[in-house]
């Protein structure tokens, strides 16, 4: 599975749009890409996921770029929910192999 | 049922002891999974169970040993454990490969909280 680098942290004020960014320049042709968040203390928690589209859903909206070889996670309208560790995942479709990287602190901050 | 049911959700044991980790799910899922997570560290894949054989075993010590009853239940068997074994233990379900099924993500339980003593 490819793997993916992402910033270590980031700050979003409340209310505003939280645009998290993953390079996955090694992607291949079939594999996914996933988002994933973890608040403090609790299991991690499926966000979304795309092959090459720009996919939306009631948490959030990714866009791959044309080449896939990144995408970025924007969550709306931030809350102080929000605050959590997000990770951007590439894998096979119904691959076994979900490998978690460090991920992105993102702080939202009233 | 969206839920994975993880029991105990805290657990002390001693380096001595024989104790169960315990992952209930209701979805349908054929896959299953046990991460290990340490403080400040993600989640690190530990087995995979699809179709409740074990597909994938990252190399974990035998001091750890999996089960998987059913299609719904899934054990995490302790044994002899140190202290640096100390770390949140993550189950997860997805839908596994067969005919129809649809990418979808991994649904992961609260996790038990595990202290060696």
């Known amino acids: 599975d490819a793997k993916t680098t992402q910033p270590t942290s980031m700050d979003c004020a409340e209310g505003r749009a939280a645009n998290l960014p993953c390079n996955h320049s090694t992607i291949s042709g079939n594999e996914y890409v996933y988002w994933y968040r973890q608040i403090h203390s609790q299991g991690p928690q499926y966000i979304i996921h795309?092959?090459?589209n720009n996919e939306t859903n009631e948490m959030a909206s990714l866009i791959i770029t044309e080449d896939r070889k990144s995408s970025t996670l924007i969550l709306p309208h931030a809350t102080l929910r929000d605050t959590a560790v997000y990770y951007c995942i590439v894998r096979v479709p119904l691959g076994f192999k979900t490998i978690f990287g460090a991920g992105t602190r993102l702080f939202v901050k009233a | 049922d969206t839920e994975v049911t993880q029991t105990p959700k805290h657990l002390v044991m001693g380096m001595t002891n024989k104790k169960s980790l315990k992952c209930e799910q209701h979805m349908g899922h054929r896959a299953m999974y046990w991460y290990k997570q340490k403080a400040k560290k993600p989640p690190e894949l530990m087995f995979v169970y699809s179709y409740e054989k074990l597909s994938i075993n990252e190399s974990v010590p035998s001091r750890f040993s999996p089960e998987c009853p059913n299609s719904s239940l899934l054990n995490l068997h302790l044994h002899a454990l140190q202290p640096e074994d100390s770390a949140l233990y993550l189950c997860a379900s997805s839908q596994a490969p067969g005919r129809g099924v649809k990418e979808g993500g991994y649904t992961f339980g609260s996790g038990t909280r595990l202290t060696v003593v």
């Open positions: 795309g092959l090459k």
